[in-house]
């Protein structure tokens, strides 16, 4: 597509349940970041991909966290066990090189999914 | 640990006015510094990007400037547009030795453009 997609762009559980975000990269780009973006923050690095495998999920807050991207495009963010801490906007992002070289910096942001947990 | 800082946390300027938004690192494997302008409901978007080696970059009415030796840098908008009423981020990444994929983020500044 022409953009980052993210899907649901809303989302309201109670505490407990078990969520799953999908973000769909555009088209070509190999690298694809998850953030967390709680209110008035900057967005906080979660896990990064390279193709189907995460290349750095360091900033995961816990094992409650998990990200998956099994044929290297479409990513989905599954949350066990929701807090309400877990409550902010999860941000997708895509780049076009894994790498980040020279020229190939730009992260490309989707709008966002907004988790609120009861 | 806020490996950037960034200030002012909201910032009111008039329009045709100038606004400067200053951001301090801390980390010196940083080698990228990117502004994001994040509008309501929408995800940040690219505004501007530096490298250290150089001090100043201009594009139209954006200008960053960076002082290496001081480990800051600052985002200037001349000429402030209401349209320009946004959330600001700098950020940071490290070199290709530091985990160049990790782009760190100020906490924002809330422009406001009034007319």
């Known amino acids: 597509g022409a953009g980052v997609s993210q899907t649901p762009s809303n989302k309201v559980t109670e505490k407990g349940k078990y969520v799953e975000l999908r973000c769909d990269p555009i088209?070509?780009?190999?690298?694809l970041y998850w953030y967390r973006q709680s209110l008035g923050q900057g967005p906080e690095f979660l896990i990064y991909?390279?193709?189907?495998?995460?290349?750095?999920d360091s900033g995961l807050p816990n094992d409650r966290f998990f990200a998956v991207r099994p044929e290297g495009s479409v990513s989905t963010l599954k949350i066990q066990r929701t807090e309400r801490g877990d409550s902010a906007v999860y941000l997708c992002?895509?780049?076009?090189?894994?790498?980040?070289?020279?020229?190939?910096?730009?992260?490309?942001f989707g709008a966002g999914s907004r988790l609120t947990v009861l | 640990q806020q490996q950037v800082k960034q200030s002012p946390q909201s910032l009111i300027v008039q329009k045709g006015g100038i606004s400067i938004i200053n951001c301090a690192y801390e980390?010196?494997?940083?080698?990228?510094f990117p502004w994001y302008q994040q509008f309501p409901g929408k995800g940040p978007a690219l505004l501007i990007a530096?490298?250290?080696?150089?001090s100043e970059k201009k594009e139209g009415r954006f200008t960053i400037s960076f002082n290496k030796s001081a480990k800051q840098f600052s985002l200037h908008i001349m000429d402030s547009q209401p349209g320009d009423s946004a959330t600001y981020f700098c950020?940071?990444?490290?070199?290709?030795?530091?985990?160049?994929?990790?782009?760190?983020f100020g906490t924002g500044t809330k422009l406001q453009v009034i007319p």
């Open positions: 530096i490298r250290p080696d150089v």
């Open positions: 980390n010196t494997a940083f080698d990228y």
């Open positions: 991909f390279q193709g189907t495998g995460a290349a750095d």
């Open positions: 088209s070509g780009h190999t690298a």
């Open positions: 992002a895509s780049s076009p090189q894994g790498s980040l070289a020279s020229g190939a910096n730009v992260l490309t």
């Open positions: 950020a940071a990444r490290p070199g290709p030795r530091g985990g160049y994929q990790k782009v760190t």
